[in-house]
């Protein structure tokens, strides 16, 4: 059995790459510590132009271990998630990217609903050297 790596270094990065794109980050916090699922939640507030510059509620990015990062967006009926789709443990700088281009133009950033996936309760090193790589550097 290996040790489970705590994700706080990672989404703390992710949450300093995403103010630093120019978005508005009112919150950053990692949820479910090992063994239970790692999750995290980065809360938004709405951007000052583009389709969601107009919302009254935050915005927020989602991020667990066994599907990577995802908006969940305001939408007609609620909220709609809308998925990364691409490594589990993306650069903090790619996930500022994306987010800042789905809020701008998401007619250009479509949802990966077909994104990578993991059991959280299997053994995984290499997912586990990346989030290290994170804890390491602060």
């Known amino acids: 059995m290996i040790t489970r790596t705590n994700h706080q270094p990672y989404v703390e990065a992710v949450a300093a790459a995403v103010g630093d794109a120019g978005l508005s980050v009112l919150l950053a916090w990692p949820t479910g510590q090992p063994p239970a699922v790692r999750t995290a939640v980065i809360t938004l507030a709405p951007p000052e132009s583009g389709p969601y510059a107009d919302e009254e509620e935050d915005l927020e990015l989602v991020w667990d271990e066994a599907y990577g990062w995802k908006a969940v967006l305001p939408a007609e009926a609620g909220t709609v998630d809308w998925f990364m789709g691409e490594a589990l443990v993306p650069a903090p700088a790619r996930v500022a990217r994306w987010i800042d281009m ?4 998401p007619g250009l950033t479509p949802s ?3 994104g990578p996936s993991r059991l959280p309760e299997n053994d995984d090193d290499a997912f586990e050297a990346r989030l290290s790589a994170y804890a390491a550097s602060v």
């Open 102 to 105: 789905v809020l701008a133009h």
């Open 112 to 114: 990966q609903e077909d």
